[in-house]
T-cell receptor, first 117, second 111 residues
């Protein structure tokens, strides 16, 4: 009954490969996010989708492509992996996305540790 | 600019209070959050405060907000070894709930 789940938990791959990380939430939320946490624990948002529509797209190499088949799923595909892509990738979800005076707390998945060799 | 700052380390004795400080940049941030990350785990939402509040208390946690100085703090009373973790403060930026995180404060609790 995990609220936000990610697969795989660990991913080790070689440079140049293409890989995908999957995320699913069973909270009935409308908005999902991808964050990257580097080796110094610094967290930065990459993308956000609201009801399958891309609403946040930070300065991320276009080798990274998010896909949201439905509002409960947000996958992250990475082409031509590089050493610098090694990090922990966190998926999160929230009930909504626009402020309007409401707090839309984000709930995080357990993370996927990607190691590129 | 987008810059949330926190001190990187804090060491406290078990049973003492811990105070983790944070400064943020966007005066229009509506909500400010505290998250906890234990080793090898994801981020757990601890608490949040609305920008028109000065203080929020939730059991052992007290959040203080000084909006004039853009300063946020998290006080943990009676700190336990299970509180050892990295604590992140975060502000929301823009209209799409974008969380901007600080670098995290590593709290070490010793006997």
């Amino acid at each position: 009954d995990t609220a936000v789940s990610q697969t795989p938990k660990y991913l080790v791959t070689q440079m140049g490969n293409d890989k995908s990380i999957k995320c699913e939430q069973n909270l009935g939320h409308d908005t999902m996010y991808w964050y990257k946490q580097d080796s110094k624990k610094f967290l930065k948002i990459m993308f956000s989708y609201n009801n399958k529509e891309l609403i946040i797209n930070e300065t991320v190499p276009n080798r990274f492509s998010p896909k949201s088949p439905d509002k409960a799923h947000l996958n992250l595909h990475i082409n031509s992996l590089e050493l610098g892509d090694s990090a922990v990738y966190f998926c999160a979800s929230s009930q909504g996305s626009t402020g309007q005076g409401l707090s839309y707390e984000q709930y995080f998945g357990p993370g996927t540790r990607l190691t590129v060799t | 600019g987008e810059d949330v700052e926190q001190s990187l380390f804090l060491s406290v004795r078990e049973g003492d209070s811990s105070v983790i400080n944070c400064t943020y940049t966007d005066s229009s941030s509506t909500y400010l959050y505290w998250y906890k990350q234990e080793p090898g785990a994801g981020l757990q939402l601890l608490t949040y405060i609305f920008s028109n509040m000065d203080m929020k208390q939730d059991q052992r946690l007290t959040v203080l907000l000084n909006k004039k100085d853009k300063h946020l703090s998290l006080r943990i009373a009676d700190t336990q070894t299970g509180d050892s973790a990295i604590y992140f403060c975060a502000e929301t930026l823009g209209g799409y709930n974008k969380l901007i995180f600080g670098a995290g404060t590593r709290l070490a609790v010793h006997p």
